[in-house]
RNA sequence: GCACCUGUGGCGGAACUGGCAGACGCACUAGAUUUAGGAUCUAGCGGGAAACCGUGCAGGUUCAAAUCCUGUCAGGUGCACCA
């Protein structure tokens, strides 16, 4: 009998660690495999069940793949950098560096007490300098080849928080990190040329194997069109207005012109357009709307008519007019466009709105009513009539664009460039210096790290600048280049970036030659598999790849990707079915279940609660389903029989429901089976020594304590944790007997107990013998008879 | 608006390639044990007296549909005036 669970499992996880039993080893004859789980956020919180789930999934495959004498690597480390640390330290007003320690430190007890497989002798921490000295390295080699600049634009500033967002950080105009709405602001701004690897990082979707999902995410969020640029000239200028359209068939539909408020040309011919008042007090007008307002009164079109300005058709010579408006957009395609209302739902709009001529170019739909996208026959169009097909449309244009020198085909994306600094403390110092004579030079590698000036005014400044601006000491410094006085610059990296890399570190964490030795980059990447949140999906994964597939291009990785296999898991809804939070006081803290339950139960719960790729809503009453199980399964060393056989069949084919559940992430169906199998164990009431010990090491991924104490128990040897997996045999797993329907006219009319390798005709003869089913089957004529080997006999009579 | 995902008992969820819907667990009911509570064990547990009816709804294909097709409704996620 097993008492005293709370002991066990303290004692076995000592017994790991002293064993060091796992830790990857770098080299090794043994198979590779590389599990990663998104590292977490050091908070003040502590950790939620949600981690747990996140990391239970890698930590069962892991396990299984030691068990099956993989070299196994599963890292964890700590993403520290970041907004919601240094406010509590400006809050408290308690150094990030000690509030970043005491953090990790509380979630390092809370996933040790949960008993994971973690290799603890790699952990790795963003904040600490030796580590991001490399993510400094990275960012000096991004700048060396012209991948990170400096520029000053329109950016999305988060007045609350004082920081510069990137695209991705203020989606639906809001701030990812407190929620207030997002301003415009003029402000010099780094970026890194993320855009130039666009084409790589789609094409590199090809050679990975991401859940359907997430790569469309990622095609989405890089959003690659590809249509054509066309030329049209003005009335009187010798410029032309260069629009970008993927319908470049339709351009015989074109009726007017709109181009962004913001568009440059305007102001290069503000003396012939006469109301150029008009069109500034419009802009003006564009620049107060939140992005919130420009997206969310999408059917209002507004806008004001040039004039002095006219475009001229390319084809027809006819004049057309121009229009500015905020529905286009300066930062995509050329910032103006060529309208037709026929057959694009906004031009529509906005030519009712103004009573712009609408010409149908393609047949078919109602134009009188809404703008027609469809097919249809070419029509009004010149050497397009009569085409019907869009793509041969499309191509007959380009070439007669061509021809002329007017236009020619292009590709845009929708992704931006990754506006890169923030206006912060605790996050990597960028490592420049602003001289006056060489302008923007690189700290020398050598002098890498860069590290953060000491401080305890940590608060950013009133325009926005960042706290290391004023540093007197930290700001003024010599030129690497030409020893003249010089100014460092002040803002730091945004939290993406050492996360960016950090899967990279794992694989040789205290090198401080370089990021990682090449042979052991070599020997662990790609990372085989990767899980973690949807949420990451186009920030952090779009961004890490391109850190990757850069240091690729620059011989430092061995792989173009960085990730073969990326999974996700559901959340853990609040036990009122939404999402966990402070403010709801719906948060599950992981140690009150290890308290009150221990870590076996709270991790073969978070694995049994619902499918793993879903959400699912914590139950503390469905948790004492799981105490049950590992209890009852604990329990069996006292029920020992004799070998008889019995057991061997339901044990094979729950070996091979467990193995494959587990490579599908079916974890709740692999902890279900097991259950079943226990529960046939009770009904029989005693198992044979050598079947519980393969049970054991089934159950050994998902409740590594127990089974290691039944493990020793039973007299295993070494660990269970180590023990090889069991092998499934096909010859054991068979039934002999099935139990199949039997249905009369796709009704089923009743059940008969058959051999397992039987046809039909011994079906048939079963089926007769039965009294229920001759009686229905009396004077009917037998028409049709389906038999599904091992399932069912579906008899059509008349 | 567009794309994707999800709709199955009181609840979380199972169901191979179209082949016995409801595995496994929770809750619940009855019984046993217990001074009591709790815990444990045994049995039952979609609806209906039954014929039958049941996988969001309406059609369709098929000997056979939770599963495939068409339409539709609801919830979720992502993107969003992307030309």
Redesign the pocket.
């Known amino acids: 009998m097993i008492h005293d669970f709370k002991n066990i499992e303290p004692k076995w996880q000592k017994a790991w660690e002293d064993a060091h039993l796992f830790e990857a080893s770098d080299a090794d004859g043994r198979p590779k495999f590389y599990g990663l789980v998104e590292f977490p956020y050091p908070s003040g919180h502590g950790m939620h069940v949600g981690h747990i789930k996140a990391y239970s999934g890698l930590e069962v495959v892991s396990r299984k793949r030691r068990m099956q004498g993989y070299n196994v690597l599963f890292p964890i480390g700590f993403d520290a950098f970041g907004l919601p640390t240094e406010n509590s330290a400006i809050k408290f007003g308690v150094h990030p560096r000690q509030l970043t320690d005491e953090n990790i430190k509380k979630f390092t007890g809370q996933l040790k007490r949960v008993g994971f497989s973690f290799d603890w002798s790699r952990v790795i921490d963003t904040t600490d300098e030796s580590y991001y000295r490399w993510t400094q390295w990275i960012f000096l080699k991004m700048f060396e080849k012209g991948l990170a600049f400096r520029d000053k634009t329109l950016v999305n500033y988060c007045p609350k928080c004082r920081v510069v967002l990137s695209?991705e950080d203020s989606?639906?105009g809001k701030c990812d990190l407190c929620g207030s709405e997002v301003v415009q602001k003029s402000k010099d701004v780094w970026y890194l040329r993320i855009t130039e690897y666009a084409d790589k990082l789609l094409e590199g979707l090809d050679s990975v194997d991401y859940l359907?999902?997430i790569r469309?995410?990622q095609e989405?969020?890089i959003?690659r069109?590809t249509?054509a640029f066309i030329d049209f000239p003005l009335r009187g200028i010798s410029e032309t207005l260069r629009v970008?359209?993927?319908?470049c068939d339709t351009l015989f539909g074109v009726t007017f012109m709109v181009m962004?408020p913001e568009h440059p040309l305007l102001d290069r011919y503000a003396d012939r357009i006469s109301n150029m008042k008009d069109v500034l007090a419009y802009r003006e007008q564009c620049a107060k709307k939140t992005e919130f307002e420009?997206?969310q009164?999408?059917k209002d079109?507004?806008g004001i008519r040039i004039s002095g300005l006219t475009a001229v058709h390319p084809f027809t010579g006819k004049d057309i007019p121009i229009f500015i408006s905020?529905?286009?957009?300066m930062g995509?395609?050329t910032?103006a466009?060529m309208a037709v209302p026929a057959h694009?739902s906004?031009d529509y709009a906005f030519a009712k709105e103004f009573g712009a001529e609408i010409i149908p170019v393609i047949e078919g739909g109602d134009i009188s009513k809404e703008a027609y996208s469809g097919d249809g026959k070419m029509i009004h169009s010149e050497f397009l009539n009569g085409i019907t097909d869009k793509k041969t449309a499309i191509a007959r244009m380009l070439e007669e664009l061509q021809k002329k020198g007017i236009g020619e085909a292009a590709v845009?994306y929708?992704m931006k460039d990754w506006a890169f600094n923030r206006q912060r403390y605790w996050g990597e110092p960028i490592p420049i210096v602003h001289c006056p004579n060489c302008g923007m030079v690189g700290v020398p590698y050598e002098e890498l790290p860069l590290r953060l000036p000491p401080t305890d005014r940590f608060e950013p400044g009133e325009g926005g600048e960042s706290p290391l601006a004023k540093m007197e000491s930290f700001v003024n410094c010599v030129c690497p280049k030409c020893g003249g006085q010089a100014k460092r610059e002040t803002d730091t990296m945004p939290q993406w970036a050492g996360s960016s890399w950090y899967y990279l570190r794992y694989i040789d964490p205290r090198n401080d030659e370089c990021i990682a030795d090449p042979e052991k980059l070599k020997y662990w990447l790609p990372v085989d598999w990767y899980n973690g949140g949807?949420?990451h999906v186009?920030r952090h994964m779009i961004y890490s790849r391109f850190w990757h597939r850069f240091l690729y291009d620059l011989g430092v990785v061995p792989t173009k990707e960085p990730y073969a296999k990326r999974t996700a898991q559901g959340l853990v809804l609040g036990a009122n079915g939404v999402k966990m939070s402070k403010s709801l006081g719906n948060v599950v803290d992981p140690n009150d279940v290890v308290d009150s339950y221990g870590a076996d139960v709270l991790r073969t719960y978070v694995l049994?609660?619902?499918?793993y790729e879903?959400?699912?809503?914590w139950?503390d009453?469905?948790v004492?389903?799981?105490?049950?199980?590992i209890?009852?399964f604990a329990a069996l060393t006292d029920m020992i029989g004799p070998e008889d056989g019995d057991l061997t069949g339901l044990l094979h084919r729950t070996i091979k429901k467990v193995s494959d559940d587990i490579e599908n992430m079916?974890f709740?169906?692999a902890?279900?089976a097991m259950?079943?199998f226990l529960?046939e164990v009770?009904?029989k009431g005693s198992i044979d020594r050598e079947s519980l010990m393969v049970l054991t090491r089934l159950l050994s991924p998902f409740a590594p304590h127990i089974t290691e104490e039944v493990w020793h128990t039973l007299g295993g040897s070494g660990f269970c944790s180590t023990a090889p997996w069991p092998v499934y045999d096909e010859s054991k797993a068979k039934v002999r007997t099935?139990?199949?329907?039997v249905?009369i006219?796709?009704k089923?009319r009743g059940?008969v107990t058959i051999g397992a390798d039987d046809g039909e005709e011994e079906a048939m003869v079963a089926v007769m013998a039965d009294e229920g089913l001759r009686a229905a089957l009396e004077g009917k004529q037998i028409l049709?008879k389906?038999y599904?080997p091992g399932?069912?006999m579906?008899l059509?009579v008349r």
């Open positions: 695209n989606q639906g359907p999902m469309q995410q989405n969020w959003g069109s249509g970008y359209t993927t319908r962004a420009r997206t009164l999408v079109k507004t905020d529905y286009v957009m995509y395609g910032g466009i694009d906004r845009q929708k949807m949420e186009t049994f609660m619902g499918d879903q959400a699912a809503p139950s009453s469905s004492k389903g799981c105490k049950r199980f209890e009852r079916k709740n169906t902890i279900a259950m079943a529960n009770y009904a099935v139990e199949i329907a249905q006219c796709g089923l059940r049709k389906i599904v399932r069912l579906n059509v």
